[in-house]
């Protein structure tokens, strides 16, 4: 008897815009946030309570989504993922089969701006290297651990390499 092929998923358009300076790059999207249709929306990944340690925003975990993506976009912070699309059952980037990647060498090369790329966990610093290449950047690459829940170093141990976004920023 064969089994359904796990199901194909697949990322969200890039937030950004030209003041752009840092472009946080996860892998794709939980089953969380692809039912809501937004970045980060498991209730304990902790990207956005990370996040707004960066820019100074207590209040960022606690706005309407829009308004936390208006306040990324204000801090010159972008989102996107690694992966366009893929096969994964359930939410694990260890699941992540039959990836096709998002062309991030072309995002990052429309933003004046842009200062540094940081992938949000090892799977997405994995895959956004092979995009990237191993030729010189212009940007600041950088590799920050994962804000899933599945990761499961608390946020203390998590925060200073996120701090480490603040002087792309300035």
Request: charged share 15%.
């Amino acid at each position: 008897m064969s089994h359904p092929a796990p199901p194909r998923k697949a990322s969200f358009a890039p937030v950004t815009d030209a003041r752009t300076r840092v472009l946080v790059c996860g892998s794709l999207p939980g089953d969380r946030s692809l039912a809501a249709r937004q970045y980060y929306a498991h209730p304990q990944n902790q990207f956005w309570r990370l996040i707004a340690a960066v820019i100074a925003r207590d209040d960022l975990p606690t706005l309407p989504y829009e308004a936390r993506l208006a306040a990324l976009r204000d801090a010159r912070i972008g989102l996107w993922d690694a992966v366009a699309s893929a096969t994964r059952p359930g939410s694990s980037d260890a699941a992540i089969a039959q990836a096709e990647p998002n062309d991030l060498a072309t995002l990052a090369a429309t933003l004046p701006d842009l200062r540094a790329i940081a992938f949000n966990g090892a799977t997405a610093h994995r895959l956004g290297l092979r995009q990237l290449g191993t030729q010189a950047s212009p940007w600041t690459i950088l590799a920050l651990p994962s804000s899933s829940p599945l990761h499961t170093v608390g946020l203390p141990a998590k925060l200073p390499p996120w701090l480490a976004l603040r002087p792309f920023l300035t």
